[in-house]
């Protein structure tokens, strides 16, 4: 359903319930099976706009982020050995989020990224390791496309016209996506 690019999802009302059952189940679902699905799915639509307003992205990064601090508890044992593809998918889908974004996310997600930036940094440089196989094959990497595009973020001209709030933010995107291969290892 999120792949139609027919359904208008940047406007249907029923939409922020779709992502808010979707991230809500990556945080609160006791099944880890569950939770991988849920995770795979926000990580579907290709265009940023497909994701509504600057405040639902923001939602879905605070409920990934949240999901990934909630992956040490287990309600049952059986769970664990679905414990690390949990971690990768949710790390996936947030590359995913951060190829797409937008420079007026920014703010939104700036208290969430200076209180969650060194989690997230250790989850993404294990998520980094399991893909540098792709990389050693000379095939660029999500996070690799994360970095390239949050650089050109950077790079932009409209940077002049932004807060200092969202230039910190941007600053940590750009550390948290750009670290040395050997960091992964």
């Not at 992502?19 to 609160?28: F, M, V």
């Not at 595009?149 to 969202?166: E, V």
């Amino acid at each position: 359903m999120l792949k139609n690019e027919s359904l208008p999802l940047a406007t249907a009302c029923w939409v922020s319930d779709v992502y808010r059952s979707l991230a809500s189940a990556t945080q609160e679902s006791r099944n880890f099976k569950v939770r991988i699905n849920a995770a795979a799915a926000l990580a579907v639509p290709a265009r940023r706009e497909r994701y509504g307003g600057v405040q639902h992205y923001a939602v879905l990064w605070q409920s990934l982020v949240g999901a990934l601090g909630a992956s040490d508890h287990m309600h049952d044992f059986f769970e664990f050995k679905y414990k690390d593809n949990l971690t990768d998918q949710l790390s996936a889908t947030l590359v995913h989020l951060a190829q797409l974004m937008a420079l007026d996310d920014l703010e939104g997600l700036a208290a969430l990224l200076h209180d969650s930036a060194d989690v997230l940094r250790t989850y993404l440089v294990k998520y980094q390791r399991k893909t540098a196989a792709t990389a050693a094959a000379g095939v660029s990497t999500d996070v690799t496309k994360a970095a390239n595009h949050i650089a050109g973020l950077k790079a932009t001209n409209h940077i002049a016209g932004l807060s200092s709030q969202q230039l910190q933010t941007l600053e940590i995107l750009q550390q948290l996506f750009t670290f040395p291969l050997e960091a992964a290892e």
